[in-house]
């Protein structure tokens, strides 16, 4: 961790932490929110749903989106993971696999931001 300086860049860094915290558990109205859930059982973080779960909520907080970013047991989708759950308010979840810390702006992008489904589906 980076070592603070001054009170500005404790105030910095606990704005930060704060706004993190409440894009990964905001609790308030999560009905009414974006939810994204990641598979965090041994397949999904030994394929490297931390990272994944990471830049989710990094990404969320850079482009000022209200969401909750949970980490869930398996999927049943081994072979498929990282898997992530986006599910939009009123609408039904939606499965991807194979989610890369890289493919999270896209899907951010097309699945929260568009409402459009993107590529890496999971039939269920």
Do not use: W
Not at 59 to 66: F, S, V
């Amino acid at each position: 961790m980076a070592k603070i300086n001054t009170p500005e860049e404790l105030r910095l860094m606990r704005e930060k932490l704060r706004a993190d915290l409440e894009i990964r558990e905001n609790s308030n109205t999560p009905d009414k929110l974006p939810q994204i859930r990641v598979s965090m059982d041994e397949c999904g973080i030994a394929a490297g749903a931390k990272a994944v779960l990471a830049t989710f909520i990094e990404e969320l907080a850079a482009r000022r989106i209200r969401g909750v970013v949970t980490q869930t047991s398996c999927a049943g989708h081994c072979k498929d993971e990282p898997t992530v759950e986006i599910t939009m308010p009123g609408r039904r979840p939606v499965l991807y696999g194979h989610v890369t810390p890289e493919r999270v702006a896209e899907l951010v992008e097309r699945q929260i931001v568009r409402g459009e489904t993107a590529e890496g589906l999971i039939e269920a």
